[in-house]
């Protein structure tokens, strides 16, 4: 139950950044009935997934979202973890071919296989 309130509250504050980026956290607090300190709890953790950001100072701080647009956000929510895997095999795919693209006009004088061999071994080596 607790989990559920949590990815409540945050999806909340996703949607509502984007059209209230000054007023999210009272807005928040007022609706599930949470402290601010609760909130700004909330808001930290959207930070570290890097799904929101801060911007300005503490007394003209806004939040916004990274990424997607909230309609975009909703569609891959509503998809099955099967639906999802895909679409994340499909994203590493076209960075792979983007990143042989890029490496292959670097170094025009390598053979196909080394620009393939030298971008999989920058996607092995790849952190997180």
Same mark, same amino acid.
């Given at each position: 139950? %607790? $989990?559920?309130?949590? $990815? $409540? !509250?945050?999806?909340?504050? /996703?949607?509502? &950044?984007?059209? #209230?980026?000054?007023?999210?956290? !009272?807005? &928040? ?8 300190? &609760?909130?700004?709890? #909330?808001? #930290? !953790? /959207? !930070? ?18 990274? @990424? ?23 994203? +590493? ?8 693209? +890029?490496? @292959? %006009?670097? #170094?025009?004088? +390598? ?13 092995? %080596?790849?952190?997180?």
């Amino acid at each position: 139950m %607790r $989990n559920e309130k949590s $990815n $409540n !509250i945050r999806d909340f504050i /996703l949607r509502g &950044a984007a059209d #209230h980026p000054r007023r999210i956290g !009272i807005m &928040a607090a007022e609706r599930f009935g949470i402290s601010r300190q &609760a909130v700004s709890r #909330h808001i #930290h !953790i /959207l !930070i570290r997934r890097g799904l929101l950001r801060a911007v300005g100072n503490t007394r003209s701080r806004e939040y916004r979202r990274v @990424g997607m647009h909230p309609e975009q956000f909703e569609s891959l929510r509503k998809k099955s973890p099967a639906e999802k895997l895909m679409l994340a095999q499909q994203l +590493w795919q076209a960075a792979f071919e983007l990143k042989s693209a +890029w490496l @292959g %006009r670097q #170094h025009p004088d +390598w053979s196909d296989e080394r620009v393939f061999e030298k971008t999989r071994e920058a996607f092995l %080596r790849a952190r997180t």
